[in-house]
């Protein structure tokens, strides 16, 4: 009984999880706040220096988050979920990608690390309230008798 209990557990644990696009999302949102708390960090060591530009590299992650967050928005107004969860991750995304903006107008590194510093609070709400818009959205699981084209021998060899 033990035995079977144990080996049921391994089973469950070990299967992959739904991830869906709230979890990746949530994902994202979790590595950018962390990256950009790092980078409020860096520059806190100088506050009176002048502001650089914004890191090309963050600033497309940014831009494919709040690409992303629209999308999920979308997705879940298309499966009728919650209208609290599409305003927040349209809001989310428009916020995101006003920010961006900010960046321009920093003077000096102090200016800087706090842009960095709202983009913290705004990954860390994203990346707490993510994942559970995957509970609103449909599960599509892949049609197990489906053969892609691409993946057809072309001389019907095999």
């Known amino acids: 009984m033990f035995r079977t209990l144990v080996i049921a557990l391994f089973a469950v644990s070990a299967a992959p999880a739904f991830a869906g696009p709230g979890a990746d999302l949530g994902e994202e949102a979790a590595a950018l706040r962390d990256e950009a708390q790092s980078r409020a960090d860096a520059l806190a060591a100088a506050p009176a220096a002048p502001a650089g530009p914004a890191d090309d590299a963050f600033v497309v992650r940014v831009e494919e988050f709040a690409a992303a967050a629209a999308i999920l928005s979308r997705r879940i107004e298309d499966a009728d979920g919650p209208q609290d969860l599409r305003c927040i991750f349209r809001g989310m995304s428009a916020d995101a990608g006003a920010r961006l903006d900010d960046f321009a107008e920093a003077e000096t590194q102090a ?19 993510a994942p559970e818009a995957d509970a609103d959205l449909p599960r599509v699981e892949p049609d197990p008798g489906f053969a892609c084209p691409a993946s057809r021998d072309p001389l019907g060899e095999g």
């Open 111 to 129: 200016d800087t690390a706090r842009v960095y510093l709202e983009y913290v609070y705004l990954f860390n709400q994203a990346a707490e309230i």
